[in-house]
């Protein structure tokens, strides 16, 4: 298995997987059909990251702001979570890849919950790639709840108020100890960020598709890197600076 490295490949891949219910409305398929559809592209899609390298993939799958759709939908989408991490961990274990999930778990129910803390543990020692699946997921409450996190360490006396900074923040925030957000993907042709992981993709390549999900293949994935691959990233820097790095590398 080659590297990220190697091929200017990300390292970590961030999909918001957008779509599903116009797939269904185009198709005339049923209320709830896109989502299934939707569930069954993801695992080309995991596959084919770990065979190129990328170390890192998580999706959006159930956002905050998802609760308030109807309950009806709701419903449907808490039982494909709860068919995919079933699917999943025979999957993760074949493929020895760690299986992660983040955003507040206290509005899911316990059954979830724990099915979610088995696949976790389950594929905890696996390090070929983490694929990390983001439900009830905002990245506005992800800062807040570690800021919370930052506040009661203070208070604690674990840590003096001084010592928070923007390293200490990153270690802390969800994936923390995964690299950060290199390439974010959107499917279904909005502009936006939705919400999902607004610290963690400070500084990633942004890709919109007019794809829907369902129909987002490896093909159009691959496209997408060879986009990222031709992108010259700065970092605040300029690009003389940039260039010098590299000559002074070689």
Excluded at 3 to 11: I, M, Q, R
Excluded at 90 to 96: A, D, L, N, S, V
Excluded at 106 to 118: I, P, V
Aim: proline content about 3%; hydrophobic content about 40%.
């Amino acid at each position: 298995m080659t590297t990220s490295e190697d091929n200017h490949l990300p390292k970590h891949v961030a999909i918001i997987m957008d779509g599903n219910n116009r797939f269904a409305k185009k198709k005339q398929l049923q209320k709830g059909d896109g989502h299934r559809e939707g569930k069954n592209v993801l695992d080309p899609i995991v596959e084919y990251c770990r065979t190129v390298g990328v170390q890192a993939l998580t999706v959006f799958a159930f956002s905050s702001e998802n609760w308030n759709r109807p309950q009806y939908e709701v419903d449907l989408l808490m039982k494909l979570l709860e068919e995919t991490i079933k699917e999943q961990i025979p999957r993760m274990e074949k493929f020895e890849i760690a299986l992660r999930f983040i955003g507040d778990r206290s509005r899911l129910s316990s059954a979830l919950q724990e099915l979610m803390l088995h696949a976790e543990q389950r594929t905890a020692n696996f390090s070929d790639m983490t694929l990390t699946i983001a439900v009830s997921y905002g990245g506005m409450w992800d800062i807040a709840d570690t800021a919370r996190k930052l506040a009661q360490q203070v208070k604690d006396e674990q840590i003096d108020v001084n010592q928070i900074d923007t390293e200490l923040f990153a270690r802390q925030i969800s994936l923390g100890d995964l690299p950060p957000v290199d390439l974010l993907i959107r499917t279904a042709g909005d502009y936006r960020l939705s919400n999902f992981l607004l610290w963690q993709a400070a500084y990633a390549e942004l890709y919109f598709t007019q794809t829907l999900w369902p129909e987002f293949t490896v093909k159009e994935l691959e496209y997408a890197f060879n986009i990222f691959s031709g992108r010259e990233r700065r970092f605040g820097k300029t690009t003389e600076q940039i260039q010098q790095a590299f000559i002074e590398n070689l």
